[in-house]
């Protein structure tokens, strides 16, 4: 465990100088949110923006800097920094969305737009799923491909993003707000909400699992 959170700090000394550019970026999305008055599509486009950047910005520094080599030398299993690498990832995606969620609600309750804590909280949970389903796919596609031919894993997060907005779309037509539906769906089924968290586990644990088989298999 200890070498885990070792991983994952070092990883946070790869990315730290880009939590500017980040943060300018989730200024975007806030803006984007304000537009379209919809705080469930912006905390989805923020953690779309957030997953498709704070996921490959350890493997670039990694390339750039070639650490790696200083990795050989340290007591470091390389499932710990499998690990450790998970852990940091899914810790910035927590960490960006409750940050997220406090600003765009802050700024929509500034502004006049009423919004509830409910709505908040199905917007976080939506976009959190969507953030954690598509680092699952991302991260071994990364370690298998490195950080350039591993960028095209970005068009995860982006499928991510347009089918929310395809099947809120849809949702619109019918007279129906996609919070009312999640809303509605979590009021009437919790185990809805279980069987969701359960399969967003599954998917990490096998995720994890794949990458450390790919980190053996090219040593």
Known sequence: ????????????LLV?????????????????????????AGMVTAMTILAMRVVSLPFESEERTEINKFY????????????????FTILIGILGAVFSVIIQ?????SIGINITIIESMVGLGISLCIYLFSITLQIPFFYRYGAIKGRLAVVFPIIGLGAFYYFSGKLVN???????AMISILDNSIVVGLILLIFIIVLLII?????????????
């Open 1 to 12: 465990m200890h070498n885990t959170m070792k991983g994952a700090y070092l990883d946070f």
């Open 105 to 109: 609600s802050i700024v929509f309750l």
């Open 174 to 180: 019918w007279g129906i707000t996609p919070s009312t």
């Open 72 to 87: 050989d030398i340290i007591p470091m299993l390389r499932s710990q920094r499998v690990y450790g690498r998970y852990f």
């Open 207 to 219: 995720s994890m699992q794949v990458t450390i088989k790919t980190c053996i298999s090219r040593k």
């Open 16 to 40: 730290k100088e880009y939590f500017k550019t980040i943060i300018y970026l989730f200024i975007i999305s806030i803006v984007f949110a304000v537009s379209i008055r919809s705080i469930s």
